[in-house]
């Protein structure tokens, strides 16, 4: 299910824990997350890997580039506002090994896994989003 959600994010020092697909067009009404740091802010803000970021600091990314989103970033101080729509969807999984039909919920994110090529999504010169 969908929902728009707001978080404020407080920087640490490996940035607020999120990546954003970086493809070199400018962004539809949404920015897609492609990383997320376990255990980071965003992480426990409940931003995940295929999140899509609608707005920061009050401001739409709508037809923003990788640049300009970056720079809303890398200007908020220790502070981020986040607009995102959750759109992992919810997979249910049987247990088979005790024999009863157990069903346990998880997020597609939590158990995906994704491959980034340097220079196309991820960034490691710019450490304000999310660092290794």
Excluded: W
């Excluded at 640490?12 to 980071?40: E, H, I, M, W």
């Excluded at 580039?65 to 908020?76: A, D, G, M, N, V």
């Amino acid at each position: 299910m969908e929902s728009l959600r707001h978080v404020a994010l407080k920087r640490s020092n490996f940035g607020y824990g999120f990546l954003l697909k970086d493809d070199g067009r400018r962004f539809g009404s949404t920015a897609l997350v492609v990383k997320v740091k376990p255990g980071g802010c965003a992480e426990a803000g409940g931003i995940r890997v295929r999140s899509r970021v609608q707005a920061l600091n009050g401001q739409s990314v709508q037809s923003m580039t990788f640049l300009q989103t970056s720079s809303i970033i890398r200007s908020s101080g220790n502070t981020v506002n986040v607009s995102f729509i959750d759109l992992s969807p919810v997979v249910t999984e049987k247990s088979v090994s005790s024999g009863h039909d157990d069903e346990i919920a998880h997020s597609a994110s939590s158990m995906s896994r994704t491959s980034h090529r340097h220079g196309t999504e991820e960034h490691p010169s710019n450490g304000t989003l999310l660092s290794k």
